[in-house]
Nanobody, 116 residues
């Protein structure tokens, strides 16, 4: 059973930066496609982007130019680097993983990002 361990959320002022991390535990031998989603109150869940098993980086248009992703292959950890944050980026950010993009079957608990 794969569990996703997330960290890095918090509060920041507009224009600031945060880095989120997500690492699978329990079964780390496989390389997964991994992504970050976000959801704010009253809105549907939105995919932010991530990395395929082959290493292709996918960034959704809503955050392109401000967010990026990279993976530590040794630790199988996905990082989401968020720069120039805006109040509208405030949301619960949740990591997801799966055997192939975009079939995500493992989900983290989420980490809150608040931009004021």
């Amino acid at each position: 059973h794969v569990q996703l361990v997330e960290s890095g959320g918090g509060s920041v002022e507009a224009g600031g930066s945060l880095r989120l991390s997500c690492a699978p535990s329990g079964s780390t031998d496989d390389r997964y496609a991994m992504a970050w989603f976000r959801q704010s109150p009253g809105k549907s869940r939105e995919r932010v982007g991530g990395i395929t098993r082959g290493g292709e980086i996918i960034i959704e248009d809503s955050v392109k130019g401000r967010f990026t992703f990279f993976r530590d292959n040794a630790e199988n950890t996905l990082y989401l680097q968020m720069n120039n944050l805006r109040p509208e980026d405030t949301a619960m950010y949740t990591c997801a993983a799966g055997e192939a993009w975009p079939a995500f079957v493992y989900w983290g608990q989420g980490t809150q990002v608040t931009v004021s």
